[in-house]
């Protein structure tokens, strides 16, 4: 049985910047690499750079934040040091693990890999060192939704131990350095990681990764053969309108292939714009419904979040706005609203991945999206 994936355009070119850039002073203190929701981080992180980072002599540790919302992120890091180590340690360790021990020696350390970063254990630090000496290469630690690690304490505390690695990988010459790359769907997210004086990584540049544009569209007419396309500029514009996201383009590239054989060019090309207002439409109707589908707090809480530009979930103008919201849906409540009841609201849109907060107090709408939807409606 053979089963077809999905095919990927490669970006061969941006991957080689990518992988110059990082090896530049530039990128000493980190790397911050923003793009909106399913425009393709991921897959050119998984697909194009981290491949390209191996080649090129760099050991690669790549952690997903988001692969499962529930394990704290600082366990997800330790987990991707974890098993680099055991990776190269290969067959001896394997043996030992088999065994049940969890005790090794490795390049004259004892590490206990169960206990990483425990109070009891090793730190990030120390691993990261023996992991450096184990694989004698440069280290990249590449955290894809880093933002993620901000939502806990301990996720909050690992930045600042992989700070403390960074500084001690960089500054013993008998090492062969460290480099982080972070990644985050909402660049105000990422910013809140970088931009005062008590975060770990402060004042770490931050680049905004070029979305999939010409190159990307040329390679996808040329796999789609000779089924109806559009045009190359009306093409490019539909993209365009929908956030340069490969998923809803090519959803309505498969209905034009079912609503159009035969067309001419100038109908395929109108249809291809109708299909694409329709989707976005769609898409549109489905999250408002969603939304006022839920209790009306959340809602009220979610369209000011929307609407202001320093959003204060319990500042007077804020709380008036809730209970104007709620007075339009269901004008016989009037149940106080309390801060209590709020707070509520904020947790449930936290827990179904609508809003982030950086622990800190700054809410902010997680798919940008979804916030200029709010804002029109
Ligand atoms: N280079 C590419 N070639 C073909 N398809 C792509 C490419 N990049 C992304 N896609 C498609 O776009 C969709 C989103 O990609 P991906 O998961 O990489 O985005 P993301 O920005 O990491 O999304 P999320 O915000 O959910 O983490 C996937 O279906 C993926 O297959
Ligand atoms: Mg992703």
Redesign the pocket.
């Known amino acids: 049985m053979k089963l077809q994936d999905?095919?990927?355009?490669?970006?061969d070119a941006l991957a080689r910047t990518y992988v110059d850039l990082l090896q530049t002073s530039y990128a000493s203190s980190g790397v911050f690499l923003a793009?909106?929701?399913?425009?393709?981080?991921?897959?050119?992180i998984?697909?194009?750079l981290n491949p390209l980072l191996a080649t090129e002599g760099a050991l690669v540790i790549y952690v997903d934040l988001?692969e499962d919302k529930a394990v704290d992120p600082a366990k997800v890091v330790i987990e991707g040091i974890r098993k680099a180590i055991l990776g190269l340690e290969g067959m001896v360790l394997k043996g030992a693990k088999a065994s049940g021990l969890t005790r090794f020696k490795v390049v004259g350390f004892e590490m206990d890999l169960a206990a990483i970063g425990t109070p009891d254990g090793m730190t990030i630090s120390a691993a990261l060192q023996v992991l450096s000496k184990m694989a004698r290469k440069p280290i990249f630690l590449v955290i894809?939704?880093a933002q993620h690690a901000q939502t806990t304490e301990a996720g909050r505390a690992m930045l600042f131990a992989l700070k403390a690695a960074r500084d001690a990988l960089m500054l013993d010459r008998s090492l062969f350095g460290f480099r982080l790359l972070a990644?985050g769907?909402n660049s105000d997210k990422l910013t809140a990681l970088i931009n005062s004086k008590d975060q770990a990584f402060y004042k770490a540049p931050l680049e905004q990764l070029e979305p999939?544009g010409d190159d990307?569209l040329a390679?996808l007419r040329k796999t789609r053969g000779r089924q109806p396309m559009p045009a190359k500029g009306v093409l490019k514009q539909g993209f365009e309108r929908m956030g340069h996201?490969?998923?809803p383009l090519k959803g309505v590239l498969k209905d034009l292939l079912k609503r159009s054989p035969g067309a001419a060019q100038a109908d395929i090309d109108a249809q291809f714009l109708s299909l694409v207002e329709a989707s976005l439409e769609a898409d549109r109707d489905l999250f408002l419904r969603s939304i006022e589908g839920r209790d009306p707090l959340d809602a009220a809480v979610l369209f000011r979040m929307a609407k202001v530009d320093k959003f204060a979930p319990f500042d007077e103008a804020s709380m008036e706005s809730y209970r104007r919201a709620r007075t339009a849906r269901s004008p016989d409540d009037d149940t106080p609203i309390s801060k209590s009841s709020v707070q509520s609201a904020l947790e449930r849109l936290r827990k179904d991945g609508l809003v982030w907060n950086h622990g800190r107090g700054a809410w902010v709408i997680e798919d940008s999206q979804h916030a200029a939807w709010l804002r029109s409606s």
């Open positions: 999905e095919e990927i355009y490669h970006r793009a909106p929701r399913r425009t393709g981080k991921t897959t050119f998984k697909e194009d988001w894809d939704e990644t769907s999939l990307y390679w996201r490969p998923e």
